[in-house]
Nanobody, 122 residues
Framework: QLQLAESGGGLVQAGGSLRLSCTAS????????VAWFRRTPEKDREFVARIARITGTTDYADSVKGRFSISRENLKNMWYLQMNSLKPEDTALYYCAAGRSFAKEAASFDYWGRGTQVTVSS
């Protein structure tokens, strides 16, 4: 069983930056594709970014492309989401998720963290 834990959320002004971290409970993170999702009262688990398990290929939602960057640090069993030029509409609960499919659909991921809140003030 893989456990994930997010951290790094907080309150930031529009235009600011945050880096979210996702820590895995064990080694072997390249066994999984990982994605970041976000949830708001209006949208349930919207895809944000993903990284492929072997190649490290990345992909982003159009709404964050050019502003967010997903990466990983294998030796630390961690993934990151660097968020720059934040906008109020980025306010959400952010989750990392791991699974065996390089997918954008939340249902394709088997393991989830509890989320970290990001609030962007205008």
């Amino acid at each position: 069983q893989l456990q994930l834990a997010e951290s790094g959320g907080g309150l930031v002004q529009a235009g600011g930056s945050l880096r979210l971290s996702c820590t895995a409970s064990r080694r072997g993170i390249t066994d999984y594709h990982v994605a970041w999702f976000r949830r708001t009262p209006e949208k349930d688990r919207e895809f944000v970014a993903r990284i492929a398990r072997i190649t490290g290929t990345t992909d982003y939602a159009d709404s964050v492309k050019g502003r967010f960057s997903i990466s990983r640090e294998n030796l630390k069993n961690m993934w990151y989401l660097q968020m720059n030029s934040l906008k109020p509409e980025d306010t959400a609960l952010y989750y990392c998720a791991a699974g065996r499919s390089f997918a954008k659909e939340a249902a394709s991921f088997d393991y989830w963290g509890r989320g970290t809140q990001v609030t962007v003030s205008s």
